[in-house]
């Protein structure tokens, strides 16, 4: 069963940086897309970055210039490189990948890993 395994979050300064990791663990195939969404207290989960598997990436607004989206295609993990990090930025960020061909060919999501800004 192929589960996306999160790590990387935590407690950082205003203007500080942090580096989100999401592997696909179980599985053997490639993968269409990989992303990050995420999730402010109160608000709707949104895209924040994803990158598909010729290379094409797509970026919201709010975080173009400041986070790097990049993935590597033979361990079916995806990074999210995140710097002059803001307090807005505080939310809950979620791994999305998919369609997984062992899991029926549907978008999977990790369970999601906290990113808090803050002095």
């Known amino acids: 069963q192929v589960q996306l395994v999160e790590s990387g979050g935590g407690l950082v300064q205003p203007g500080g940086s942090l580096r989100l990791s999401c592997a696909a663990s179980?599985?053997?195939?490639?993968?269409?897309?990989m992303g990050w969404y995420r999730q402010a207290p109160g608000k709707e989960r949104e895209l924040a970055a994803r990158?598909?598997?010729?290379?094409?990436?797509d970026y919201a607004d709010f975080v173009k210039g400041r986070f790097t989206i990049s993935r590597d295609h033979a361990k079916n993990t995806v990074y999210l490189q995140m710097n002059s990090l803001k307090p807005e930025d505080t939310a809950v960020y979620y791994c999305?990948?998919?369609?997984?061909?062992?899991?029926?060919?549907?978008?999977?999501w990790g369970q999601g890993t906290l990113v808090t800004v803050s002095s």
């Open positions: 999305n990948a998919g369609p997984v061909p062992e899991s029926g060919y549907r978008e999977l």
């Open positions: 990158i598909f598997i010729g290379g094409i990436v």
């Open positions: 179980g599985s053997r195939f490639s993968i269409d897309h």
